[in-house]
């Protein structure tokens, strides 16, 4: 009984608490790197999701039937499907170092820069960013209505300022019969830079 009521005087020994400082160093560790871990994937999602509802887009405008204001189709005659791809837009914002290690809070002036050329552009595609966001978009077509002719469309930024360029982008392209086909995954390189 001595020994019990001597063992509960004596507290910790110094070992035993550079122990405990040692493991709450490494949980400590392991958290902060966690978290930026989880914060740099929230924000590539913004990436993800843009592109994704870019390609939706494009491929809306797509099935679009379009003619224009001086083909204007006689009764009783017919018109071959008039089918085509918005064409290049301007990037938003237009340089990579306005979203470098920061947000950029773009403007509809931005997304309608080409609004004055008919389909042209993140204004044909009906497309816009009203939040700030971490990413440059552009918007690329190598044609606009022949069998062949794609599109990519790209987000690129640099989350943590530190020179190194992220890029995430989807394609598609007119295939046989005139159907656009857009690919069914997001190429990433650097995701969390």
Same mark, same amino acid.
């Given at each position: 009984?001595?020994?019990?009521?001597?063992?509960?005087?004596?507290?910790?020994?110094?070992?035993?608490?550079?122990?405990?400082?040692?493991?709450?160093?490494?949980?400590?560790?392991?958290?902060?790197?966690?978290?930026?871990?989880?914060? %740099?994937? +929230?924000? /590539?999602?913004?990436?993800?999701? #843009?592109?994704?509802?870019? =390609?939706? *887009?494009?491929?809306?405008? $797509?099935?679009?039937?379009?003619?224009?204001?001086?083909?204007?189709?006689?009764?009783?005659?017919?018109?071959?499907?008039?089918?085509?791809?918005?064409?290049?837009?301007?990037?938003?914002?237009?340089?990579?170092?306005?979203?470098?290690?920061?947000?950029?809070?773009?403007?509809?002036?931005?997304?309608? %820069?080409? +609004?004055? /050329?008919?389909?042209?552009?993140? #204004?044909?595609?009906?497309? =816009?960013? *009203?939040?700030?966001?971490? $990413?440059?978009?552009?918007?690329?077509?190598?044609?606009?209505?022949?069998?062949?002719?794609?599109?990519?469309?790209?987000?690129?930024?640099?989350?943590?300022?530190?020179?190194?360029?992220?890029?995430?982008?989807?394609?598609?392209?007119?295939?046989?019969?005139?159907?656009?086909?857009?690919?069914?995954?997001?190429?990433?390189?650097?995701?969390?830079?």
């Amino acid at each position: 009984m001595r020994i019990a009521i001597k063992k509960a005087r004596e507290g910790f020994t110094l070992v035993e608490l550079m122990i405990v400082v040692a493991i709450l160093g490494v949980l400590a560790v392991l958290a902060v790197y966690g978290v930026r871990k989880y914060i %740099a994937n +929230s924000k /590539t999602a913004e990436a993800r999701n #843009s592109l994704g509802q870019i =390609s939706k *887009d494009a491929s809306t405008a $797509y099935e679009k039937e379009s003619m224009t204001v001086s083909g204007i189709l006689a009764q009783g005659s017919a018109s071959a499907t008039l089918r085509q791809l918005c064409t290049t837009a301007t990037s938003v914002p237009t340089s990579v170092t306005s979203v470098k290690g920061q947000k950029y809070q773009s403007s509809p002036g931005d997304w309608n %820069a080409d +609004s004055a /050329t008919p389909g042209k552009g993140f #204004s044909c595609l009906k497309y =816009s960013i *009203d939040q700030p966001q971490y $990413y440059m978009y552009s918007y690329k077509t190598s044609g606009s209505s022949a069998q062949g002719d794609s599109f990519t469309a790209t987000a690129n930024g640099d989350l943590n300022g530190d020179g190194t360029t992220s890029s995430f982008s989807v394609a598609g392209s007119i295939g046989a019969g005139m159907v656009l086909n857009v690919a069914p995954t997001i190429s990433e390189a650097n995701p969390e830079e």
